[in-house]
């Protein structure tokens, strides 16, 4: 079936390397990851596009509209580049899912006709994200109560971290130790191997001094076999089978059809996306009803899909998705150049980074047209977020 000349594609697609918060990327900022992608996704363009929007997910920066302020700064890096003072910006607030998200809601814009060239993506800098507190009532003697993060839900519902939601899901579902580990080490493995051929070469954009994903090893079993639970006493859930706190970003160019179409170029169609909700005790389980829910609508089958890249913040959350999906743990097709259990996790780029990775294995790789990539991520709160994209040349 041919695609509508308005629905929404996908043309152009980067990421920074994935730095370990405190580490690699510390001294960056989240503007500074996010102008320079912004930059170089519209690079691979052919030039004289004008941008009508920018959509960044962003979770735990300094607040403010953040994609307004990255389309200044790319602004007076470049002023004669396609990133002026007139082009506008949003920031949206999906905790974990939040650069899928803006993908998902820039590509509503572009298919309502609301813009021609919008970009769209997320950014995290866990290193130089602000120390939050809560204002003691005017005239208390009491100081600030700083607190670690914005509540995922109301505390009659128990709040719960997501790592210690992880343990839960675990627990509900069966799911070992054994397995968590063994799906970590197989994640760093995958991403080891993609690091040493290349793969990842053509998304880059150099931000700092990084020249890799900074968390990717290689994990030794026995070392795994002794790591403690680090969330629940007696949990499953450990620093090897859990994603690290990350900084990166990403960002993608959504265009409608008729203008891929005239630009020559290659894409991901956005065939379909959903958001939806779940327990929100176990929000690892929020992207088995988003992404049965988004197949359902568009008449596709899980078997229908050439790459699935699900945001690996922890195996349990993976392993809870396989098992829902019936889907073996090493499925080749999923995330098949390691996740971000092995890359890192920007909480507010992830989902963005896993649309850029379907970019590459699909399009950079020469899938044929037709050929299908889901992105889907676990939300805090319990939600789930999926897109599901079709391969148009």
């Known amino acids: ?98 650069g899928l998200a803006a993908i998902l809601l820039a590509a509503q814009g572009v298919r309502a006709g609301d813009g021609d060239v919008v970009l769209a993506g997320g950014v995290e800098s866990a290193s130089t994200a602000p120390l939050r507190a809560h204002r003691p009532p005017r005239g208390s003697e009491n100081l600030p109560v ?17 790592g210690a939601a992880a343990d839960a899901l675990a627990r509900e579902r ?41 968390r990717a090893r290689r994990l030794d079993p026995a070392l795994l076999a002794r790591l403690p639970a680090v969330f629940t006493p007696g949990g499953t859930v450990t620093a090897g089978n859990a994603s690290p706190l990350s900084d990166g970003a990403a960002a993608v160019v959504i265009v409608p059809e008729r203008v891929r179409a005239r630009l020559g170029v290659p894409g991901l169609r956005l065939v379909g996306g959903v958001t939806h909700g779940c327990d929100p005790r176990l929000p690892g389980w929020g992207p088995v009803p988003a992404v049965r829910e988004l197949l359902a609508r568009t008449g596709r089958s899980i078997h229908d899909v050439a790459a699935i890249e699900l945001v690996e913040a922890f195996a349990a959350q993976v392993l809870a998705f396989t098992g829902a999906l019936r889907l073996p743990d090493d499925d080749a097709r999923l995330c098949a150049d390691g996740g971000a259990l092995a890359l890192g996790h920007p909480w507010g780029a992830s989902g963005a980074v896993s649309v850029v990775r379907l970019f590459s294995r699909l399009v950079r790789a020469g899938a044929p047209a037709g050929s299908l990539g889901l992105a889907a991520a676990a939300v805090g709160g319990g939600l789930g977020v999926a897109g599901l994209f079709e391969v148009v040349r």
């Open 1 to 98: 079936m041919s695609a509508s000349p308005d629905s929404p594609v996908v043309v152009a697609a980067r990421r920074t390397w994935i730095g370990t918060a405190g580490h690699g990327l510390a001294g960056v900022g989240a503007v500074d990851l996010a102008a320079p992608v912004l930059g170089a996704a519209l690079s691979d363009l052919p030039g004289g596009l004008d941008v009508d929007d920018v959509v960044l997910g962003n979770c735990t920066g300094p607040g403010g509209n953040l994609a307004r302020v990255a389309v200044l700064a790319a602004s007076l890096r470049d002023p004669d580049g396609p990133l002026t003072e007139h082009v506008p910006g949003v920031t949206v607030d999906r905790q974990c899912g939040s």
């Open 146 to 162: 700083p607190y670690d993060r914005a509540p995922f839900t109301p505390p009659e519902l128990g709040d719960p971290d997501m």
């Open 174 to 214: 069966g799911i070992g130790r054994e397995r968590q580990d063994a799906y970590a080490a197989r994640s760093h493995a995958r991403a080891l191997a993609a690091h040493a051929a290349g793969r990842f070469a053509d998304e880059m954009v150099p931000v700092g001094t990084l020249d890799r994903d900074e």
